[in-house]
C-alpha cells in the first residue's frame, strides 16, 4: 500500500534552515509528481511546493518563493523540502503528498516551528 512517511522538522531560529523529507513506498515513486503541503494552527491546509516526476518542473507558492527549494531522488524513493530563511509565519505541520489513480495520499505530517 502506498505509505509517505515525512520527517525533519524541529524547532529552529528565525532565519535558519530546515531540510524535511518524505520517504515514499507501495508505489513507482519515479512515476508520479509530488507536493509538500503545511497546515498552521486554526488555519486550511495550503500548497507548499509540487515537483514533477523526473523533476524538471517545480512550482512554489509565493509566500515560500526563494526560501524553499524542492527536490527529488527518484533512486532514493524520497522527496525533499529545503527551507531556508525560515520566519515565524512558516511554523506549521509540514505534509507530503502524492495523488495516484485519482486518490490522495497524505503521510502523518512532520512539526516544524520557528521561534526564538
Known amino acids: 500500500q502506498v505509505q509517505l512517511v515525512e520527517s525533519g522538522g524541529d524547532l529552529v531560529q528565525p532565519g535558519g534552515s530546515l531540510r524535511l523529507s518524505c520517504a515514499a513506498s507501495?508505489?513507482?515513486?519515479?512515476?508520479?509528481?509530488m507536493s509538500w503541503y503545511r497546515q498552521a494552527p486554526g488555519k486550511e491546509r495550503e500548497l507548499v511546493a509540487t515537483?514533477?516526476?523526473?523533476?524538471?518542473?517545480?512550482n512554489y507558492a509565493d509566500s515560500v518563493k526563494g526560501r524553499f527549494t524542492i527536490s527529488r531522488d527518484n533512486a532514493k524513493n524520497t522527496v525533499y523540502l529545503q527551507m531556508n530563511s525560515l520566519k515565524p509565519e512558516d511554523t506549521a505541520a509540514y505534509y507530503c503528498?502524492?495523488?495516484?489513480?485519482?486518490?490522495?495520499?497524505w503521510g502523518q505530517g512532520t512539526q516544524v516551528t520557528v521561534s526564538s
Open positions: 515537483i514533477t516526476s523526473a523533476g524538471g518542473t517545480t
Open positions: 503528498k502524492v495523488v495516484r489513480w485519482g486518490r490522495h495520499y
Open positions: 507501495g508505489f513507482t515513486f519515479s512515476n508520479y509528481a
